[in-house]
């Protein structure tokens, strides 16, 4: 175990890093964890430990700032953390090429949203109003974000920046740092689930959370300088790590 513990360390500083800004964090810890526990829901559930402390630790920055809004995304939340719960009471039960076609399904949607420089141009200088165009599609895109977050993991918490940022319409900054508040509840959630069913490693992924914890509070400090920047360049590094991972997923 102690070979690995360095491994876990150094690959959760920069998930962390990553993580805290635009999520998909969980596209490096969660090979990491395969490689040790072999791949499926004991990965995928040790890794909710490192889901947990990257997020609360991002939030807590972001709180510091003044850049997290509740108002109106509390009940996104909720939705977000019924999703993780059914996701992860499936996971055990899902076959892995099925994370293939979700990732098949992801990423072109993420590198078309990394290319709209006018999108991130706009957000970074006037910010967007919290005026969903369609309450129903909020709530929905909430659920289906923390089901795929506890089915899956990898990617699930740069949807949820991106739902807030696309559907609701927050400012980026506001997204970045608000969708910690519904990543915290799903990883939670999720890791309640996976341990109840015997399939968290305490001992490996504390490891990883000494790493993470240290590389989100890094990220999360200084994406709130440059958001646009550095929201672009983490976006890009998670639309790349789910290609090599489609690769690789059999």
């Known amino acids: 175990m102690e070979s690995f513990s360095f491994l876990f360390v150094l690959a959760g500083l920069i998930a ?19 490689i040790v526990l072999g791949p499926g829901a004991d990965a995928i559930g040790t890794n909710k430990i490192a889901g947990v402390v990257s997020s609360l630790m991002a939030l807590l920055i972001y709180l510091r700032g003044g850049h997290v809004s509740l108002k109106g995304n509390k009940r996104f939340a909720v939705f977000v953390a019924v ?23 992801i990423a072109p949607i993420m590198l078309w949203i990394v290319l709209r420089k006018d999108l991130w141009i706009h957000d970074a200088a006037v910010g967007g109003t919290h005026a969903p165009a369609s309450m129903n599609l909020f709530w929905i895109s909430g659920f289906a974000c923390g089901f795929y977050d506890g089915i899956a993991g990898p990617g699930g918490g740069t949807l949820m920046f991106l739902a807030l940022l696309l559907i609701a319409k927050l400012p980026l900054l506001q997204a970045m740092a608000t969708a910690k508040v519904a990543n ?13 069913s015997g399939h968290v490693h305490w001992d490996k992924g504390v490891w990883m959370a000494l790493g993470i914890g ?20 983490a976006l890009l590094i998670v639309v790349t790590l789910l290609i090599m991972r489609l690769a690789i997923v059999h």
């Open 83 to 105: 999703g993780a719960l059914a996701g992860a009471s499936l996971s055990p039960m899902i076959p892995s090429a099925v994370y293939k076609w979700l990732i098949i399904a």
């Open 16 to 34: 962390g890093f990553i993580d805290s800004i635009a999520g998909g964090g969980g596209l490096i810890t969660v090979p990491v964890f395969s």
């Open 184 to 196: 915290l509840a799903s990883a939670s959630v999720a890791l309640g689930s996976f341990t109840l």
């Open 214 to 233: 240290a590389g989100a509070a890094v990220g999360a400090s200084m994406a709130q300088k440059r958001a646009a920047t550095y929201a672009r360049g």
